[in-house]
């Protein structure tokens, strides 16, 4: 799955900008130019810009529409990119369907070719609608949307929308595989294309060629490892009589013990945060400038690693993680599978074999858009499954086994149930913990944090013989809300709780890393215990400090 790129061979022409968009009945098909369109910026979330409750509330579908026109070379094929769109949808070109999106955190890639006038419509009937048969999962009750995470169940075109060129005989795809033997790099490209000559050609920072070969398997010596501290990256230049294509790739080695975490032989502990693809205005939409934002505020922090927590985030954001030095744990968008009270979740009408089906074809869908990626140091398979259920035990095995047969890659999930009722510890390979002690167990009692996490964290570790994650905790923080002595909800009850969570990890045998919950405050939906959003942030939704990351900056300076 590669990403448009512009050369002398391949073109790519920006859709992004202002569109039209309105609510459409269930069996809306556009066959004709829609009438009654209001502006939408694309990309971003329609819920963050519309003033309208109603239209922030609805649950079905929306058409976005475009216009658009540009020169079509007869010798060129054309595609369409949209970045993601929540939830799933259908895509229309001139009143013709052209293919359809299943998730709202993949690429929606599809062929023009034959379908291009000289002036085309564009029409993407969205459906934000959860289901048992969607992931993240939910349910629509009463024409409502019920679900259970944690994060705002946003509507709209959230990434880059382009048209991009390729030649005939275009490169389709690309995998660099990449083994360190001593003082050399052994490099095995895969390449995907009807072309029988290829030229291989490596780069380094500075630009100068450093190998060369006709062969996919060809070595580079005294390699530049990457690491948080060293982010060295490669571009690989993939050549053909009639194509060409650039692959920025690094070179690193990721191994798991009973007690470390290792990145190129070398133990490494996770100074990071939990994030979401949330903010002000744009809500999910991919913003550059939000993005580097991000990514200067997490070097500022001494931070090492984030988890993309609840589903993968944009193209963008991952090529800055390779830049930045930011290790990943990369996770499918498998949320909301626990906390329906009812009943179990894992059952024939909810979580079933249909659910599994499509959480197989979107992990194949992640390796394949992500693999290239050396800031990708683990794929978290889910959040917070319940994994107190047997049936639950069963699901988590199938996906696991399927994904080790996919990949060689370490496997995590976060798991959130109490040591002793849970039942698939036994299957990744880092075991990830949500624990939030001091604020959900033990309200408002800092004093019980440090000897509950340990205890528990040391049972787990004991247990199943593999290191442990701190992957998520924290409490919510109202940014200038102070109290003497510390009260819940103040800036100061959130570093005395996140201080006694981390000196708690310190004295804990096997565990590699802290993941802070949150990076900044991010929408929810409304409740008696959020107000306006999840406030769990270090940053606020604006990326400002709350006295919290200091604290975390200095310690993680020293860590």
């Known amino acids: 799955m590669l990403y448009p790129q512009s050369n002398e061979f391949r073109d790519v022409i920006s859709l992004n900008g202002i569109w039209g968009y309105k609510i459409v009945d269930e069996d809306f098909v556009p066959r004709t130019k829609s009438t009654?369109?209001?502006?939408?910026?694309?990309?971003?979330?329609?819920?963050?810009?519309?003033?309208?409750?109603?239209?922030?509330?609805?649950?079905?579908?929306?058409?976005?529409?475009?216009?658009?026109?540009?020169?079509?070379?007869?010798?060129?094929?054309?595609?369409?990119?949209?970045?993601?769109?929540?939830?799933?949808?259908?895509?229309?070109?001139?009143?013709?369907?052209?293919?359809?999106?299943?998730?709202?955190?993949?690429?929606?890639?599809?062929?023009?070719?034959?379908?291009?006038?000289?002036?085309?419509?564009?029409?993407?009937?969205?459906?934000?609608?959860?289901?048992?048969?969607?992931?993240?999962?939910?349910?629509?009750?009463?024409?409502?949307?019920?679900?259970?995470?944690?994060?705002?169940?946003?509507?709209?075109?959230?990434?880059?929308?382009?048209?991009?060129?390729?030649?005939?005989?275009?490169?389709?795809?690309?995998?660099?595989?990449?083994?360190?033997?001593?003082?050399?790099?052994?490099?095995?490209?895969?390449?995907?294309?009807?072309?029988?000559?290829?030229?291989?050609?490596?780069?380094?920072?500075?630009?100068?060629?450093i190998a060369e070969s006709k062969e996919n398997v060809f070595s580079v010596r005294n390699p530049k490892l990457w690491s948080p501290a060293h982010p060295y990256l490669y571009t690989l230049v993939v050549e053909t009589e009639t194509d060409r294509y650039e692959q920025r790739f690094g070179i690193r080695k990721v191994e798991v013990t009973e007690n470390a975490f290792l990145l190129n032989g070398q133990p490494v502990y996770f100074k990071g945060v939990g994030m979401h693809e949330d903010f002000c205005v744009s809500g999910k939409g991919n913003v550059s400038a939000v993005n580097v934002r991000n990514f200067e505020l997490l070097k500022w922090l001494n931070a090492n690693s984030f988890r993309t927590s609840h589903y993968p985030y944009s193209e963008e954001i991952m090529d800055l993680a390779d830049e930045y030095g930011m290790m990943v744990i990369d996770e499918v968008p498998a949320a909301g599978m626990s906390y329906w009270r009812d009943r179990e979740v894992f059952a024939e009408d909810r979580v079933n074999g249909k659910t599994l089906e499509l959480h197989k074809k979107l992990f194949d869908m992640l390796v394949d858009r992500d693999k290239n990626h050396p800031c990708v140091v683990m794929y978290s398979l889910a959040n917070e499954p319940a994994c107190n259920e047997d049936k639950c035990r069963e699901y988590l095995e199938e996906i696991f086994a399927y994904a080790r047969s996919k990949t060689d890659m370490p496997l995590t999930f976060a798991e959130d149930v109490k040591y002793g009722t849970e039942k698939c510890c036994h299957l990744p390979d880092v075991i990830m913990m949500n624990r939030y002690y001091g604020w959900y167990d033990g309200v408002g009692d800092t004093d019980c944090v440090r000897e509950s996490l340990k205890q528990e964290m040391r049972q787990m570790h004991l247990r199943y013989r593999k290191p442990v994650l701190l992957s998520e905790f924290g409490c919510d923080t109202v940014a200038g809300m102070h109290s003497c002595p510390s009260e819940m909800f103040t800036e100061e009850y959130q570093t005395e709780c996140i201080r006694e969570n981390c000196q708690a990890l310190d004295e804990t045998e096997g565990c590699i890393g802290e993941h802070v919950w949150n990076f900044a405050d991010f929408k929810t939906k409304q409740g008696l215990t959020r107000v306006g959003g999840n406030k769990k942030g270090i940053f606020t939704r604006e990326r400002q400090p709350k006295s919290v990351a200091f604290y975390l900056r200095e310690r993680w300076e020293k860590k």
């Open 36 to 209: 009654g369109l209001s502006p939408m910026a694309v990309p971003a979330s329609l819920n963050e810009i519309v003033t309208d409750k109603r239209i922030c509330n609805h649950c079905g579908k929306v058409l976005y529409e475009k216009i658009f026109s540009f020169p079509v070379r007869s010798e060129m094929r054309y595609r369409l990119r949209i970045g993601a769109v929540s939830h799933k949808c259908e895509v229309y070109l001139n009143g013709k369907k052209i293919g359809e999106g299943i998730n709202g955190f993949f690429p929606v890639d599809l062929e023009l070719t034959g379908y291009l006038q000289r002036e085309n419509r564009l029409s993407i009937v969205i459906d934000n609608r959860l289901s048992f048969d969607t992931l993240p999962v939910g349910e629509v009750r009463g024409g409502k949307q019920f679900i259970t995470f944690d994060f705002y169940n946003f509507t709209g075109i959230h990434r880059d929308v382009m048209v991009y060129s390729l030649p005939q005989n275009a490169i389709e795809d690309i995998a660099v595989e990449t083994i360190v033997d001593g003082d050399y790099e052994k490099l095995r490209v895969h390449v995907r294309t009807d072309c029988k000559k290829i030229r291989f050609s490596v780069r380094d920072k500075e630009g100068n060629v």
